[in-house]
């Protein structure tokens, strides 16, 4: 067990799980068929605030979601958390040609919320998990509608799932894609949060149900049955 632990801490092996964390992503993606449903909601976000968009999407969708067609990835900015995994995510992330801001609501939040203001306001767009990356499973926390507010950049939700694949046993139910399968990359209406606003619960609930629907209609399509919101109070690593 010791020698286990040395290994995973050490830079060598490190680099070597990230190179091939890396090649399953693009294996998976590359031998896969994808279809598209809701394009013209992916392409009016692109239409507004100079191209500047928030693509939300659940933790567990991670995997694949940096293929997403329409996609411009050197222009693309992933918020991943500043801890031990979130470190370890990033370097994967920057292998698929992704660009990473390190923050998290309980470690340099404020820091990485001004930076990815700056990089909207220049016209470029980032990933956000909105239950990441401790939880609840798939219910929206208030700072992906602040940075929406605060940016005037617009949220388009998105969803994916594939055929072939698994759901780990992990506080998110993470989707882990077989190669050689088909799946579907699923868009939902673009949310703009006015600058203005005071009360932001509406347009916090409004992208928790759409992202919950257009999940479970991807999987729908691809044969699984949805997977369930956690509940409210049920954080990663929280005591009982």
Same mark, same amino acid.
């Given at each position: 067990m010791l020698l286990i632990k040395s290994l995973t801490r050490s830079a060598?092996?490190?680099?070597?799980?990230?190179?091939?964390?890396?090649?399953?992503?693009?294996c998976a993606h590359l031998t896969g068929r994808w279809r598209t449903r809701g394009a013209e909601h992916r392409d009016a976000a692109h239409a507004m605030q100079g191209g500047a968009v928030i693509y939300a999407f659940w933790h567990a969708r991670l995997p694949l979601m940096w293929a997403f067609p329409g996609v411009n990835r050197g222009r693309?900015?992933?918020?991943?958390?500043?801890?031990?995994?979130?470190?370890?995510? &990033?370097?994967?992330? /920057?292998?698929?040609? #992704?660009?990473?801001? !390190?923050?998290?609501?309980?470690?340099?939040?404020?820091?990485?919320?001004r930076e990815m203001i700056r990089i909207l306001r220049r016209g470029d767009r980032i990933g956000i998990t909105p239950d990441g990356p401790r939880g609840p499973r798939m219910r929206v926390q208030v700072g992906t509608i602040v940075l929406a507010r605060t940016s005037g950049a617009p949220i388009l939700p998105i969803a994916f799932s594939a055929r072939r694949c698994r759901f780990l046993k992990s506080w998110d139910r993470?989707?882990?894609?077989?190669?050689?399968?088909?799946?579907?990359?699923?868009?939902?209406?673009?949310?703009?949060?006015?600058?203005? &606003?005071?009360?932001? /619960?509406?347009?916090? #609930?409004?992208?928790? !149900?759409?992202?919950n629907a257009i999940t479970a209609e991807a999987d729908h399509a691809m044969g699984h049955e949805p997977i369930l919101p956690a509940d409210?109070?049920?954080?990663?690593?929280?005591?009982?």
């Open positions: 060598v092996a490190q680099e070597a799980v990230n190179g091939l964390a890396a090649f399953y992503a693009r693309t900015h992933v918020l991943i958390s500043a801890h031990r995994d979130g470190r370890l995510i &990033a370097r994967v992330v /920057e292998r698929l040609g #992704l660009n990473v801001v !390190t923050g998290s609501k309980s470690k340099g939040g404020a820091r990485a919320l993470m989707q882990m894609v077989m190669p050689f399968t088909h799946g579907a990359y699923v868009f939902g209406e673009p949310i703009v949060v006015p600058r203005d &606003a005071e009360d932001l /619960e509406p347009y916090r #609930l409004a992208l928790e !149900t759409a992202l409210p109070g049920d954080v990663k690593g929280a005591k009982p």
